[in-house]
């Protein structure tokens, strides 16, 4: 069998063994530079594990009401992990996307029951309000060059004050909205398991932004800001303009968050959502996008959202106390990242 030719040095002409050496292959090795170049196979390789492991603990787990029950918890937090994805795919991070989504709901509630107000204008005012969160967001990151840790640190505790002074810290009933508000609660069924037509809306956003992230020019420009920013503003990129558009675009997926929360619980309450924060992350992070931006895919993200539900789902019929399930998904961030420390390692 032919043997390998030897790298040659070309500034020596000698063999460089060092070189050779480092060509040579493992198979762990080949499973990172695998797992780095499809970064959604280890969730679903976590995902396939957790449905039988949890399956063979409790015959209930996949009866098709359960599955009902995790596909439509699933709907709100999937919904915020794709905003989440994008602005940790341009090396960011946003702990206010709950707070953010609880505020434009009760928007959308209030503007429509105590105003009088058509539904559809509570609706775009949602909008608008999640957007204005967004562009307040973008401006302090890209202006002001704040830390999006901080700048979302501090923007969090503003929108849940705004949301409390707002509201008065009054629920809205779904049962004094009109039915468009609630639409997205409403439940179709597939091979028994019941989905609502806020976890096809999310589908949508997925199939939409995973379209606009692989096949548009401000798709790849996205991956170029978190993977090298100033490398991008050398290659003509304006990192400036990206990440406010970034910022809006979670702000408008936001608002459609906040409109499937209204149908999921039928209300729309300033207290809402106190676990999304992390939930988000997680399923971002789980999914196998990187927190140092430059690296992931929307897919994963909806597999990570969908391993945070099973998990949460699957412990609780378990009979363990929600701490321990919150214990779990700590975790599991922690394992995620140690995992993407690891395969970033791999050489390029």
């Avoid at 105003?115 to 509570?122: A, E, K, Q, V, W």
């Avoid at 049962?175 to 639409?183: A, E, I, K, Q, S």
């Avoid at 699957?314 to 990242?337: K, N």
Wanted: aromatic share 6%; no cysteine.
């Amino acid at each position: 069998m032919t043997q390998p030719t030897p790298t040659a040095n070309p500034a020596t002409g000698q063999h460089d063994l060092a070189e050779e050496f480092l060509d040579r292959t493992t198979p762990l090795s080949r499973l990172r530079g695998l797992m780095h170049r499809y970064p959604a196979i280890s969730p679903a390789v976590v995902l396939v594990i957790a449905i039988i492991v949890f399956g063979m603990l409790n015959e209930r787990f996949l009866n098709p009401a359960n599955l009902s029950l995790i596909t439509q918890q699933v709907a709100v937090v999937g919904t915020l992990a794709i905003a989440q994805t994008l602005i940790i795919l341009t090396a960011g991070i946003d702990l206010s996307v709950g707070a953010v989504m609880v505020l434009s709901s009760m928007v959308i509630a209030q503007f429509t029951v105590q105003n009088g107000l058509p539904p559809i204008l509570g609706l775009i005012a949602g909008l608008v309000v999640a957007l204005a969160a967004g562009a307040l967001n973008g401006f302090l990151v890209t202006r002001l060059r704040l830390p999006p840790f901080i700048v979302t640190l501090g923007t969090l505790n503003v929108f849940v004050a705004l949301t409390l002074l707002y509201s008065n810290g009054a629920t809205v009933r779904g049962g004094d909205m009109p039915d468009l508000l609630t639409w997205t609660g409403t439940t179709f069924s597939v091979g028994g398991v019941n989905f609502t037509m806020g976890v096809l809306l999310m589908l949508v956003l997925y199939v939409v932004i995973a379209f606009i992230l692989s096949q548009t020019a401000w798709g790849r420009h996205v991956y170029a800001v978190g993977d090298d920013k100033e490398a991008a503003r050398l290659a003509g990129i304006s990192v400036s303009r990206v990440l406010m558009s970034v910022y809006l675009a979670a702000g408008a997926i936001l608002a459609i968050g906040a409109w499937i929360q209204i149908g999921r619980s039928n209300a729309a309450s300033p207290n809402a959502g106190t676990d999304l924060n992390l939930d988000s992350i997680t399923a971002v992070v789980i999914g196998g996008t990187s927190l140092f931006g430059g690296r992931g895919t929307i897919w994963g993200t909806l597999l990570g959202a969908l391993i945070v539900g099973v998990f949460r789902n699957g412990l609780s019929l378990a009979g363990l106390d929600v701490l321990w399930q919150t214990f779990a998904v700590g975790v599991l961030i922690v394992l995620a990242v140690s995992v993407d420390q690891w395969i970033r390692k791999v050489r390029k």
